[in-house]
Structure formats: C-alpha cells, structure tokens
T-cell receptor, first 116, second 115 residues
C-alpha cells in the first residue's frame, strides 16, 4: 500500500444509519485531515489531528464524529446524516510539524457518500 | 474572509500546446504558501507544484511552472506540452504559517485536453 488510502470508496446510507469512513496513511506522517468536497464549492476543511490530538474542528455538526487512534489511522463516524451531507469526503495527511501549516498535504482517493 | 478565486471554470487545450490557469487570492499576510493541486477523474488530489511567498523565483516542476505576482496576489499555473493525462480539475490553494492547518482552496478549473 502506498500513500493515503480510504475505505469504502463509495457509500450509500439512509438518514438513520450509522457508518464509518476509514483513512490510513503509509507515509509516516503525524497530521491527518478530513475535507468535504461538494459540487460547485471549494474544499472545506472539517477536522485536523496532529500527533493524535484534534487541533481543528471547523464548526462541523455533531453528526460527524472523528476518531484518530494513532498517527496512521483516521476515522469519520457518521450518524443521522442529512441528504445535504452527500459529498466526496477526502482524507489527507502531512508531516505535521507542530505549529506549522505549511506542510504539503497528500490526499486519499476519497469516499463518495450518498445520503438518501 | 480569505479567499481564492479561479476565474476560469473550464479550459481547453490541444495536446502538445501550452495553457495557463489563473488564480488570485486575498490575504493580508506577507508570509504564506501557495499550491496547485490536480484532481483527475479518479478523484485523488495530487500536488502539482508549491511556491513559498518569500521566494521571488517562480517554482517549476517539469512541464509545470507558475507565474507568481505577489503584489497582484496572482498565482497562475502554466502547463507546457500538454498531455492527455493532464486532463483534470486543477485547484489553487494557499495556507498561512502558524495559523492552523487550513488550506484555502479555490473552486477549481476543469481542464480538457484534446488530441
């Protein structure tokens, strides 16, 4: 495995379901990110973890719950989502030097989420 | 609000020709980092090129080069000798050091490469 991987690649869920997105990075990085990519809108940063600590939460609704058990894995737990949450969810990682935001971020292929 | 504007939603270029994608940004900071990312149909966001604002020299990466005009807050991407594999969405982004980890992205430019 190389780079940043995400599973599943596609997910269809009902509004009452609970599901999780998984991201794994094989780059030895310490920072991991969740982004939301909706049609016609710029990428939106959702969460950042650096050295397993959450450093940013960009006013994301509580129906999205991140988890970072170690520097290589990042999860996004989903529950009671809305149709407007349908989007491409991208995971990224970077070297994660403390306090530095200038690292190059490496992205995974994304999970295409559809909420019915 | 800090924003990135990509004024060309779509561009087209013939194979082997050169194309320039535009990007302007708005920040009051003097130190920042600029990026161009490429997102092909596979959806994997790939870094194309990176520029540090304190460097006057324009970054180059093989067939990709930038024209960085700091005073004008402009950061265009030039693709030379375009190839079919260059077809993708191209996103311009920037980040401010020590202000968190946010990459501020533009809405993207869709590049079509024709044979």
């Amino acid at each position: 495995e190389t780079g940043v991987t995400q599973t599943p690649r596609h997910l269809v869920m009902g509004m009452t379901n609970k599901k999780s997105l998984k991201c794994e990075q094989h780059l030895g990085h310490n920072a991991m990110y969740w982004y939301k990519q909706s049609a016609k809108k710029p990428l939106e940063l959702m969460f950042v973890y650096n050295f397993k600590e959450q450093t940013e939460n960009n006013s994301v609704p509580s129906r999205f719950s991140p988890e970072c058990p170690n520097s290589s894995h990042l999860f996004l737990h989903l529950h009671t989502l809305q149709p407007e949450d349908s989007a491409l969810y991208l995971c990224a990682s970077s070297q994660g030097l403390r306090g530095a935001s200038t690292d190059t971020q490496y992205f995974g292929p994304g999970t295409r989420l559809t909420v019915l | 609000a800090q924003t990135v504007t990509q004024s060309q939603p779509e561009m087209s270029v013939q194979e082997a020709e050169t194309v320039t994608l535009s990007c302007t940004y708005d920040t009051s900071e003097s130190d920042y980092y600029l990026f161009w990312y490429k997102q092909p149909p596979s959806r994997q966001m790939i870094l194309v090129i990176r520029q540090e604002a304190y460097k006057q020299q324009n970054a180059t990466e093989n067939r990709f080069s930038v024209n960085f005009q700091k005073a004008a807050k402009s950061f265009s991407l030039k693709i030379s000798d375009s190839q079919l594999g260059d077809a993708a969405m191209y996103f311009c982004a920037y980040t401010i050091p020590y202000s968190g980890y946010a990459l501020n992205f533009g809405k993207g430019t869709s590049l079509l490469v024709t044979p």
